[in-house]
């Protein structure tokens, strides 16, 4: 049991003995640090139920606790707030408990599974700075859900069919030559980007030209041949043409092969993948369904609606007049199919931009109404652009940051920045070049994941790869100088013994912030948030530099003072590596 929910329990009994009252809840926080204690009590929050001067009352609450619980030494009372000390023996007991558990923190796994979507591309260009964010809080999300004791399916859906595909497939076929990836020495699907790029140019020539002969705006977007080529395309693909999909078959396999390389670079992984091209027909049978229940209506033209006025929102198009499914008949089909191949799955998460909100909003409510159980617990992991100080990015124009030449661009910008502070000396260049890729990913990473999803971020490079305050790099360091500490103490005899009767300030409140880990990675996934885990593990690296500056580690005057830390430094190193881990970012052993 951790220490705040004992104490929570310990409250309770307080509460009942003193004023014979009986309370539900009890607030507890980590005391502030210009406070003495270790947990503080809001007693604020008891007034509910106690009437009187909260002072009064947590002094009260206080005395109780000293008297009648082991783990509290002391307590003292700041206006609402009761501030409670623990006892050195309940942090050296918590030690010796996880010092040999190698997967502290961590919850076996139990329950339903939930699956988490991410990354979900076009194929018709490569992955690109929104895609990398997109990509590491799904990643993320998914390894936390999974270290909190949840059974987790990575997948995503391919986007690989529709207008945008068939503007690829145009250009390639009236500009390519036959060009391919052997050829051109390109990744495939920086192939197919090109030719989307190469579409966009010659289609508003097109459209200039038209508007020039005294065609309007709309006229020239919808008549310029290209278009028209475009959309005849996708025509004969839907028909089955077999020259149309073999070229889609082609090009959407340079793109693949493109993608499993961005991935592999980047540290993710999936268990299973959905393509827009098998599921684009499926929720029809469902829409059907639900006509016959009433969850949907009928209008006079043949379309079909789901009103949901009732709850907020607007009436929503689920299938047109023709027949023909929408995104959201789409997006329903998926998620049925998705638990038909998955029966374990109890709930989903959709890691998509802010800019779909609304869509998620509508599609849960309708599968609610449908009726299906799990759908109460669908989420969507909404998350807010990436900006960079050059300004917001086009795919069409070719203005958008490649994820590939970014990650290269981030291990340069590690190799600058160690050569200009000389930490790397007595590297081999094999080893440099191996350690600038593991700093500028974990410092690229970080930099994304530490802010909360919901915010937008302006990435800078050069700002992500310092060496010190909250950076990936930082916290690097940190590892490896412990893992420096651990070879010493290992060539110099250093026994691992942690016999101790009495803790350092300095070193107790490691040991509270260690025994934090694993509330704080249930938070993080309760709250679909790697940025606290990030943020926790900063926190704990600032606690153990200034430990490391104040406390000599392998100088300490007795050796029991010095196996004790020398322990304390390896298990502060195992939570760094852990939850670094859940962050899908390495931690170098030297550095």
């Avoid at 993608?259 to 999936?270: A, I």
């Avoid at 639900?290 to 949907?296: D, M, N, S, Y």
């Avoid at 849960?364 to 100080?389: N, R």
Wanted: one cysteine or more; hydrophobic letters at 35%.
């Amino acid at each position: 049991m951790q220490i705040q929910d004992k104490i929570a329990a310990e409250v309770k009994k307080a509460v009942q003995a003193i004023f014979e009252k009986g309370i539900a809840e009890v607030e507890t926080q980590p005391t502030r640090k210009d406070f003495e204690g270790d947990v503080t009590v809001v007693v604020f929050s008891l007034l509910r139920s106690i009437k009187g001067n909260p002072v009064e009352i947590g002094t009260k609450i206080g005395q109780y606790l000293v008297e009648n619980t082991p783990e509290i030494a002391d307590f003292n009372v700041v206006k609402g707030f009761l501030n409670l000390v623990i006892t050195d023996a309940y942090y050296l007991d918590f030690f010796k408990e996880i010092e040999v558990q190698k997967d502290f923190g961590r919850t076996p796994e139990s329950g339903k599974a939930v699956m988490v979507e991410y990354s979900s591309p076009n194929t018709n260009k490569p992955l690109h700075l929104g895609h990398i964010r997109n990509n590491l809080l799904g990643y993320s999300v998914a390894e936390i859900l999974k270290a909190s004791g949840t059974k987790v399916y990575k997948t995503q859906i391919i986007n690989d069919r529709g207008i945008h595909i068939c503007k690829s497939m145009v250009a390639y076929k009236k500009f390519g030559n036959e060009e391919t990836p052997q050829s051109s020495g390109l990744k495939g699907d920086k192939l197919a980007g090109n030719y989307y790029v190469k579409f966009d140019k010659v289609y508003k020539e097109e459209q200039a030209d038209l508007i020039a002969q005294g065609k309007t705006k709309e006229e020239a977007e919808k008549q310029a041949p290209l278009i028209l080529e475009a959309q005849e395309m996708l025509r004969k693909w839907e028909a089955g043409d077999p020259e149309t999909v073999a070229l889609w078959e082609k090009m959407n396999a340079w793109v693949y092969a493109g993608f499993e390389q961005t991935y592999e670079n980047l540290g993710v992984d999936f268990d299973s993948y959905y393509y827009e091209s098998n599921t684009y027909l499926l929720g029809k049978d469902n829409i059907e369904d639900g006509l016959k229940r009433g969850v949907f209506y009928e209008k006079e033209d043949g379309s079909v609606w789901c009103d949901l006025t009732e709850d907020g929102l607007d009436e929503k198009l689920v299938l047109r007049s023709d027949g023909t499914a929408v995104y959201m008949t789409q997006d329903i089909g998926t998620a049925i199919q998705r638990v038909k191949d998955h029966p374990d799955v109890g709930g989903m998460i959709y890691t998509v931009g802010n800019e779909q909100d609304y869509h998620f909003k509508v599609l849960f409510l309708i599968l609610q109404k449908l009726g299906f159980s799990w759908a109460e617990h669908l989420s969507h992991l909404s998350y807010g652009m990436v900006d960079l100080p050059s300004g917001k990015m086009k795919s069409r124009e070719g203005t958008v940051v490649d994820a590939d030449d970014l990650i290269v661009e981030m291990s340069s910008t590690a190799k600058t920045i160690s050569t200009e502070l000389g930490k790397l000396e007595g590297f081999t260049d094999t080893q440099k070049e191996d350690l600038y890729k593991v700093i500028g990913l974990g410092a690229l990473k970080y930099y994304i994941l530490k802010v909360d999803p919901k915010k937008r971020i302006l990435f800078n490079p050069e700002e992500s790869v310092d060496f010190q305050g909250n950076t990936g790099p930082f916290i690097q360091y940190t590892y490896a100088r412990i893992q420096s500490i651990l070879r010493t103490a290992e060539e110099t005899g250093v026994k691992q013994e942690i016999e101790r009767t009495q803790l350092h300030p300095k070193e107790k409140e490691l040991l509270k912030l260690i025994s934090a880990y694993p509330a704080t990675i249930q938070l993080a996934a309760a709250n679909l948030s790697p940025a606290l885990l990030a943020n926790y593990t900063y926190d704990l690296v600032k606690e153990f530099n200034s430990f490391y500056q104040q406390v000599s580690i392998l100088g300490a005057d007795t050796a029991e003072e010095i196996s004790f830390r020398v322990a304390l430094s390896r298990k502060v190193g195992e939570v760094i590596a852990s939850a670094f881990a859940l962050l899908g970012i390495q931690v170098p052993e030297q550095m």
